[in-house]
């Protein structure tokens, strides 16, 4: 069997990466393509990772991942597969666990040990949204009302550890905008050993 596109991956940041799937389209959204996750290889060598649902954005970079095959290819990643495969990694202390795509059956798939999760490639365009993570802004802005549901998102992402810290900081702060009158996304951000995690929460959408 040739296998192409897979990156061998911890049980912990498989669990980090299936809380960001909090951060997708639900499944009774219309866009089919955000439903998802999308990993890529950064050009440092890096693992990240990223989920929307037009709301709100996250972006986690993880360190020391193994690739296999994967130059510069991206790979969605089915949040109910992902879900299942987190689910039974829990009980899989010293699992290998890798993301990949079988070229023989055209599965994509999480695979932790000998278990294989299997699911169809979603071949539409990702919105690029790793390139709204730009400039954080330290000067003031205005006043703004914000939904609480979005941060409360934040509490649901796990930091790819063995003993996760439940009650983790964020930093907050505003991105820079191009309209001094009007305040550019909210950033929040965690980091620790190995990983960076940001998430984006667009200013003409706090309230809704």
Aim: with cysteine; proline share 6%; aromatic share 8%.
């Amino acid at each position: 069997m040739e296998t192409t596109r897979e990156i061998t991956i911890n049980r912990h940041v498989l669990a980090t990466i299936n809380s960001m799937a909090a951060f997708c389209e639900p499944k009774n959204g219309v866009t089919d393509i955000i439903k998802g996750l999308r990993a890529t290889r950064t050009e440092e060598g890096h693992l990240m990772v990223v989920a929307t649902n037009r709301f709100v954005a996250i972006k986690a970079t993880f360190d020391a991942m193994t690739f296999s095959e994967w130059e510069d290819a991206q790979m969605w990643i089915d949040a109910a597969t992902l879900k299942n495969a987190a689910t039974f990694a829990k009980t899989q202390d010293n699992a290998l666990v890798s993301i990949g795509y079988d070229t023989d059956t055209e599965d994509s798939f999480i695979s932790v040990g000998d278990t294989r999760f299997t699911y169809r490639q979603n071949t539409g365009t990702y919105p690029p949204i790793e390139k709204l993570f730009g400039e954080v802004s330290d000067t003031g802005v205005p006043m703004i009302r914000v939904n609480p549901k979005w941060f409360a998102l934040l509490a649901k992402v796990i930091e790819p550890a063995a003993r996760p810290d439940k009650d983790m900081p964020w930093s907050l702060s505003f991105m820079v905008s191009d309209n001094p009158n009007k305040p550019g996304p909210i950033h929040a951000n965690i980091s620790g050993d190995g990983y960076d995690i940001s998430v984006l929460i667009q200013p003409n959408l706090i309230v809704r």
